[in-house]
């Protein structure tokens, strides 16, 4: 059983900011592949980050690539999204995601069936 508690999100502008940051509560948190998903109204959950277990490579969706950075940290059992340069489809209900020992070949898993623990989502609005 994994505990996921997201924290952060809120309202923001076009062009502007927020940091996510998701904590884990697991002891196996170094094997776990983690990741960031977001669902927006009317819309399927879809992928925005993961990395691997190191934190060495992330990935992105094409959609986010260059303005989110995904990062993970094993010591505090912790992933983190910081978003820039905010757009207002943007604006979604974003999930932390958890799967232990799931090594996901190295490159990350992108599909949601993939992971077995989600956060209670946490809403991010983008007003223009």
């Known amino acids: 059983q994994v505990q996921l508690e997201e924290s952060g999100g809120g309202m923001a502008q076009a062009g502007g900011s927020v940091r996510l940051s998701c904590v884990a509560h697991?002891?196996?948190?170094?094997?776990?592949?983690m990741a960031w998903f977001r669902q927006a109204p009317g819309k399927e959950r879809e992928f925005v980050a993961t990395?691997?277990?190191?934190?060495?490579?992330?990935y992105y969706s094409d959609a986010v690539n260059g303005r989110f950075t995904f990062s993970r940290d094993n010591a505090k059992n912790t992933i983190s999204l910081s978003m820039a340069n905010l757009r207002p489809e943007d604006t979604a209900v974003y999930y932390c995601?958890?799967?232990?020992?799931?090594?996901?070949?190295?490159?990350?898993?992108?599909?949601?069936?993939?992971?077995?623990?989600w956060g209670q989502g946490i809403q991010v609005t983008v007003s223009s």
């Open positions: 995601a958890a799967d232990p020992y799931n090594y996901c070949s190295g490159k990350g898993c992108y599909g949601a069936d993939e992971y077995k623990y």
């Open positions: 697991t002891s196996t948190f170094k094997t776990t592949a």
């Open positions: 990395s691997n277990w190191s934190d060495l490579d992330r």
